[in-house]
């Protein structure tokens, strides 16, 4: 095909499904895939990854030859020398899957980031981000995530931990343990399940009874109930706006973005808290660093894809 | 001279001196001279710099178009793009000063780097962060301030606020204001100031008085009289151990750097506080974190005009 110097396949490893893009070089998506996550740990599981980008490269009409890199966004703190140590959620062996990776498109150099770096990378290549050059990408779903990007490319940190914006302890008389094993971090009050727990600790501090929940995660149902004028519903945004925005605010102390950038499932409602969270961000930002944009991710749920394979594509053209 | 591939100048531009060095290519002093620091901002403040750098040729016995390159550390944010627009405590005019200097040595590349950041190259060059690809200095002294380093070159930041450690809120409660506007901020509590006036009330609610103070900033008084079992300099020293210790593990959660360095007038003092410091460190760190050395600066003073040096060859070699 000649309308571009090759393919770049993006692969976004979650807990429950794999999902797989084949892209241009220009960040155009020419084809989708979902599989279901298998044990990436033998050849069945391998099979079913090269399994869908077989039919990637059907449906472009393109050969594995045609593929410069793959990349693989994974749920799991990557190291800057690469080697992941730790990944809770799937059961992944990296050698075995790059082997069958490399085997299944004999051209492509295959990469690893993190998922939320991946995301940022997303968003840096054809998304909110791009014509940046240094940004951080916060994700606030069920917990809090981050990727930091600096001079056009994730910093990694030497154990993977860079943009681990959800665990900066920002409250340390907090009692309550986060999943971290400390106390305090962001992620419990800015995440969907730290703006439920305050959401109901104000229902009941105010004797009220709460609105139906589906999760200990459903934030939507919170902001919801702040659309109807919820007092307690309030009450949980602007604890979420002021954690979140101290939170930005030390970031920017640290390295001074061009912009933040929110995505994750909370950013669709961010009409009932961007402004407010812009607010907070002022009240606690250096006045230098007080009119750096916040803004909201537009990938959605393809980000990973999109930055997994532009990461591959970057070291490709190493 | 065979020995080296021409010759840097590293000028620590500081509100009372110029110290000026000439480094070669490997990192080495061959000639230091200070100079009072005039206004530069015109001919006769330029001339007073650039008499220093004859000085320092006429030392080595080498020639002007043997110099390539010429880096300054400032105490101003300097942006990625590298204009200034603030400098609290000297007066600067650039764009003149660069012509000078050019016209003093036309073969050298002219580079302005913030003091703190400064410092941290030179730490990076041939200092405790030396064989480092990325970390973070913090200098204590009358202030908190500090560098990032990534990929071996400094983190500037959009607006020049990369680094700004000092004015991390990591208090929200606090009511007195911080010089930056804010309140609640690290220097607060961790700089030579902090440490006294965390010592001044420790003795007042003790009811004690307090040991002999040369000023305002006089933490080494604070730091012997904790050598002394004084049980409100040990107050004041475990309050700076617990807000930087908390600060560092932040920084963590951005950018999880190899190590941090600490550097300054109170780094002199660090048998007093460096153990508690990185007991306080761990207990707020992420546990993949947890382990990042802190070390002590080894430069000292001379870090600024080994950092600016640094910098100028970065940029002469581009």
Known sequence: MARTAGFYIGLDVGGTTVKEGLLTAQGELIAREVVPTPPLTDAVGYAAVTGGIDRLLAQAAAAPEDVRGIGLAVPAPVPSDGRIKVAANIKLDLDGLRDALRESCPAAAVTFENDANAAAMGELWVG?????????????????????????????????????????CLNPE???????????????????????????????????????????????????????????????????????????????????????????????????????????????????????????????NDAGIFGAAYVALQASRR
């Open 128 to 168: 909110s981000a791009r014509g940046t050059d240094s940004f951080v990408f916060v994700t606030i779903g069920t917990g809090v995530g981050g990727g930091v990007v600096h001079a056009g490319r994730v910093v990694s940190g030497v154990a993977g931990a860079a943009g681990e914006i959800g665990h900066m």
């Open 174 to 300: 907090e009692t309550r343990p986060c999943g971290c094993g400390g106390h305090g971090c962001l992620e419990q009050y800015a995440s969907a399940t730290g703006i439920v727990r305050s959401y109901l600790a104000a229902c009941r501090s105010a004797g009220v009874e709460p609105v139906p929940l589906a999760g200990p995660s459903d934030s939507r149902a919170v902001f919801e109930a702040a659309r109807d004028d919820d007092a307690a519903a309030a009450s949980a945004i602007e604890t979420m706006c002021d954690y979140l925005g101290r939170a930005l605010a030390l970031v920017a102390c640290v390295i001074d973005p061009e912009a933040f950038v929110l995505g994750g499932g909370t950013s669709n409602s961010s009409d009932l808290f961007l402004e407010r969270l812009v607010e907070c961000y002022r009240s606690y930002a250096l006045i230098c660093s007080a009119d750096t944009p916040i803004e909201i991710a537009s990938l959605g």
